[in-house]
């Protein structure tokens, strides 16, 4: 079993840039790939960014590419999304996953936060 918080959510304008990070305990996180998901209002969960278990390896959607960064501190068992040059339609919640297959599918992903909000204001 693997619990993860979220955290480093909250309203920014529209350009401005956050740090998201995700705590695990449980298990250590270098068993797992680590994602990143958002739910934006009225809308379905959508995939954001991965990375493997060594750290060397990430995928982004092409909505974040360049402006979102993901790493991992396997030592620490943290995870963390770097959001910059956010946009209005960049607010969601944002849930950190651990999973087995490196994969933008959410249903292959077994363990889930609680999530964390971010806001933009334009």
Known sequence: QVQL?????GSVQAGGSLRLSCAASGRTLNNYVMA???????KEREFVSNINRGGD?????NSVKGRFTISR??????VYLQVDSLKPED???????AGGIFTTTPVRYTY??????VTVSS
């Open 57 to 61: 390896n990430t995928g982004y959607a």
């Open 112 to 117: 889930w936060g609680q999530g964390t909000q």
């Open 5 to 9: 918080v979220e955290s480093g959510g």
């Open 91 to 97: 607010a969601a919640v944002y849930y950190c996953a």
């Open 36 to 42: 990143w998901f958002r739910q934006p209002p009225g």
């Open 73 to 78: 501190d396997n030592v620490n068992n943290m």
